[in-house]
């Protein structure tokens, strides 16, 4: 069984800067890529950035440039540095990771923590 584990969300002013945490952790063999999804209320979920084992990023237009993405592959865990928020960057942020298990075998599987709420506010 694999879990995701986000921390670092809640309420910062236009301008203001938050830090996101998301650990994996279970029976991984490794993972492939761990990356940050959010969600408005309304709208549908998209990506905000994501990062390979290899440390290749892609990000959304919206955030480059405010943003950085980064992973601690011995700890299995990922960042999402967030600056110059803006009342726009509002959503539950949710962290995704597409990983090996090993479960009797190994298999490829995609999860998704429980999400953290992110609200830029004055």
């Known amino acids: 069984q694999v879990q995701l584990v986000e921390s670092g969300g809640g309420l910062v002013q236009p301008g203001g800067s938050l830090r996101l945490s998301c650990t994996a952790s279970?029976?991984?063999?490794?993972?492939?890529?761990m990356g940050w999804y959010r969600q408005a209320p309304g709208k549908q979920r998209e990506l905000v950035a994501t990062?390979?084992?290899?440390?290749?990023?892609q990000s959304a237009d919206s955030v480059k440039g405010r943003f950085t993405i980064s992973r601690d592959n011995a700890k299995n865990m990922v960042y999402l540095q967030m600056n110059s928020l803006k009342p726009e960057d509002t959503a539950v942020y949710y962290c995704?990771?597409?990983?090996?298990?090993?479960?009797?075998?190994?298999?490829?599987?995609?999860?998704w923590g429980q999400g953290t709420q992110v609200t830029v506010s004055s």
């Open positions: 995704n990771a597409q990983l090996v298990a090993v479960r009797y075998t190994r298999y490829e599987a995609n999860y």
């Open positions: 279970g029976s991984i063999y490794s993972i492939i890529a």
């Open positions: 990062v390979t084992r290899d440390g290749t990023t």
